[in-house]
């Protein structure tokens, strides 16, 4: 199949399944406008991140990596009232971005925007002990993935939820001599779910409007 058939699926999916809102559409507009990259996920994606949350019943949600917001807003959206979403994002204009998108959205009480590299922000996330969270959405910088798992870990509980996006890498994530350290990062990251006692996970690729990529779904386990 090319990639105009995966895009005309996508947009049937999305057109029956996980139509387009004014929030959600502000939200994209906004991130263009402001001339963030496109790589956010789609919108059936989205809706993925959304159902996967409510079936978790989760409260509590921690995502690595916000750009413009729009995912945050998929996830705060299965969130109840008293629910809380902390998104770490790197760039202090992505955040900007992402902070009047989710205040557009009527979610600024919920979902909560830190700048800063991860690897720093994390460590203060568990000295203000603001776990565990039911769900960790890591779309960050794929070179630091295993770090993220690892600090997922520690935030987490037994029965949480840990999503990582683009594990496929285009197919190149089955290339152990790679010299993409986004390629390697992501190897680590699925290496050490593999691995490690607390977790049991898999991976799944996907085609369509993102092209060729996939994401890894782990269950902490006690």
């Known amino acids: 199949m090319s990639q105009e058939q995966w895009n005309a699926v996508d947009r049937y999916f999305t057109d029956q399944l996980a139509p387009a809102d004014e929030a959600l559409s502000a939200a994209l507009a906004a991130s263009d406008a402001a001339g963030l990259p496109a790589i956010g996920v789609a919108p059936n994606q989205g809706k993925l991140l959304q159902l996967l949350a409510r079936i978790q019943g989760a409260r509590t949600v921690l995502e690595i990596g916000t750009l413009g917001g729009y995912s ?67 779309d960050a910088d794929k070179r630091n993935n295993p770090h993220y798992v690892e600090w997922a870990l520690k935030l987490t509980r037994p029965g949480s939820v840990i999503i990582i996006d683009n594990v496929a890498r285009n197919g190149a994530v089955t290339d152990a001599d790679s010299t993409d350290v986004s390629v390697q990062g992501t190897r680590r990251a699925i290496e050490l779910m593999a691995e490690h006692p607390r977790l049991s996970a898999t991976a799944v690729q996907t085609v369509g409007s993102k092209g060729y990529d996939g994401f890894a779904l782990a269950h902490v386990l006690a």
């Open 72 to 138: 945050t807003i998929w996830l705060a959206r299965a969130l109840p009232e008293d629910g809380r979403l902390i998104s770490l994002e790197y760039d202090p204009r992505h955040a900007e971005v992402a902070r009047a998108n989710l205040a557009h959205a009527g979610l600024d009480k919920i979902a909560e925007v830190r700048t800063g590299p991860a690897l720093e922000t994390l460590p203060v996330l568990a000295a203000e002990d603001a776990g565990p969270f039911d769900l960790v959405f890591i």
